[in-house]
């Protein structure tokens, strides 16, 4: 299954969205943070994605994968970027045991 997770305006012209398997820690689904343009008057929607959630690149070169199930908040903050945010249900998130609640995660994605 694929479920739009989350959507927010970041400005007049462009919006962004998650996109998510029906998965959790396994690589053979998908996490996307998805940039749209807004519908409009003339205006056609179109998507692209603007960063693989399971391939993050960080400041200091490495990678970061986000294989969680729930996430699924997504807010514009200043400079383009965006936050994604995992709500991490216990006991049912990814980050820790049966018995340990998760941490709240949330993934800042800057522009390209």
Known sequence: MTAVAGSALVDDSAGSALERA????RADGFK???????????RVVTTQTAADLFDLELPDG?????PCWTI???????GGRVANVNDAPLPFGCGGGADTPDP??????EPR
Not at 22 to 25: H, K, N
Not at 62 to 66: D, K, L, V
Not at 104 to 109: A, D, G, L, N, Y
Request: hydrophobic letters at 30%; charged letters at 25%; aromatic letters at 6%.
């Open 72 to 78: 699924e908040g997504v807010t514009a903050l200043p």
């Open 104 to 109: 709240t995660e949330r993934i800042v994605v």
């Open 22 to 25: 029906d998965t959790e820690r």
């Open 32 to 42: 996307r943070q998805m940039r749209f343009t807004p519908p409009g008057p003339g």
């Open 62 to 66: 490495g990678t970061f994968a986000c």
